[in-house]
């Protein structure tokens, strides 16, 4: 059975990151943009991975402008936004499309595990979560408005 180990994605300087290298980690995995209404949950997302960041948790965010276009920056803009804005430091991958013909493979991947209301499979919107176990396997998927707070539970569990 395919676990989220089995892929590989760039990061935001098109570095082929093997997903194995996160193997034994919980993993937030999280479709962003920079000019949303949620930009504002960086701060609660940096916050979790500053609290339990050393007893195994990442964060993975992807960019992403499929939505209203919210996200037209380079990959190093979107990295300086991140920074100079809300001082993240989780890893910012290179932006990718979640949804249609063209999504990135980790993409269809988490959303076949684990669809969202009534079944549908499509990402909504930007600061869609996966949450991720250990093992690899994909454990909950949180809409675009769960806030760090409503997720911090289901991590302390996995952790």
């Known amino acids: 059975m395919k676990t989220i180990y089995d892929f590989s994605v760039k990061d935001a300087d098109l570095k082929s990151i093997s997903l194995e ?10 479709n962003v943009a920079s000019n949303c209404g949620l930009t504002y949950q960086y701060a609660g997302i940096e916050s979790l991975y500053k609290k339990y960041k050393a007893i195994g948790f990442e964060v993975l965010a992807f960019p992403c402008n499929q939505f209203a276009f919210q996200e037209p920056g380079t990959n190093e803009e979107i990295k300086k936004f991140c920074d100079i804005k809300y001082g993240v430091t989780f890893k910012i991958f290179n932006k990718i499309n979640v949804n249609g ?12 595990q684990l669809p969202g209301v009534a079944g549908t ?20 998927r949180f809409s675009p408005q769960a806030e760090a707070d409503e997720i911090e539970a289901s991590i302390k569990k996995l952790l």
């Open 101 to 112: 013909s063209k999504s990135d493979p980790v993409y269809e991947f988490l959303k076949n």
């Open 21 to 30: 290298s996160y193997r034994d980690k919980i993993l937030l995995i999280v």
């Open 121 to 140: 499979t499509q990402i909504k919107w930007n600061f869609t979560k996966f949450l991720i176990n250990k093992n690899g396997e994909v454990i909950e």
